[in-house]
């Protein structure tokens, strides 16, 4: 039930949001990229996982519905008006998330997520912080880096890959992560920036208008789509390096046919990045993730050798 009063017009207005209503704004779609990489943290660590099962359990959830939820809703909240011109069925501009509802969750979904990391230990309380510190400068003014392609895909690509993998090093270690970690993280983390370049494929025209550069809006799809390729194919040609160098060779050559794959893929995808940039989202994207789990064993074997 939702309680409803009435407008000026003699219409029903809902007063307070459905649970459904709630659930959309945290949109779960978005939540698998972080807990993703969490558990390739916890991979990584070499601890045993079965006897840190609360850290398992409690930071996948922080990790997606929670700060990635609450960052979907502080990105909708910020959104609202451009959101009323260019999708008006979301659900803050149709009216599903009345009033200041969409505020409220955010701020809640802020508090409750650092609560939770405080009862994972320090090092996950400070990586909690950094992350909403991320959600809410990335969609609000005056900073709202998402304004600009670079910083914005930046923020996000290291937030949703980087920063939740060595937080789940450093809540089963309680320390901080082996520096072949840090750099394996950080470099999935930097080829994820093309990964959310995909994502702006779909709202070009509207970036436009409303004076979002993203890259596809600021240097045309062509020239957006070969940044795109060229970010995520070099992070993981790093990783293949690098694996290489520490004696992993075929976790290393296991990345590599996983990234040729993609290379085919990319190339179909260039020749028409409008129209391709979802198909080549899910496939992909799909392999790339695939290959930090691959990553997260070979560093597994690294760290407890």
Known sequence: MVARSYSKTGQRAATWPTPAAV????KPITWFPPMW?????????GADLGSRWAYVTGGILLAGPMICGTSQAVNDWYD???????????VIPSGRMPGRWGLWVAITGSL???????????????AAVIGILFAWIYSMPPLRLKQDGWQ????VGLSYETLP????????????????????ALLYGLGAHGIMTLNDFKAIEGDRQMGIRSLPARYGPQ?????????????????????????????????????????VCMARFLKDPIARAVWYSAIGVGLYVTGMVIAAFALRGLVSA
Request: glycine share 8%; proline share 3%; aromatic share 8%.
């Open 223 to 263: 020239a957006a789509a070969k940044l795109a390729c060229i970010t995520m194919a070099v992070a993981q040609v790093a990783v293949i390096v690098a694996l290489l160098i520490w004696g992993r060779p075929f976790f290393g050559a296991a990345i590599a046919g996983l990234t040729l794959v993609q290379l």
């Open 112 to 126: 409750l997520s650092l609560a939770l990391a405080a009862l994972l230990g320090m090092w996950v309380f400070v």
């Open 80 to 90: 609202r008006h451009v959101d009323a011109i260019n999708e008006p069925h979301r």
């Open 23 to 26: 659930l959309e704004l945290l």
């Open 152 to 155: 914005g895909n930046a923020a």
């Open 165 to 184: 993998w060595l937080t789940a090093v450093a809540a089963t270690t309680n320390g901080l992560p082996d520096w072949r970690t840090g750099l394996i």
């Open 37 to 45: 990489a969490y558990g390739c943290g916890m991979i990584a660590s």
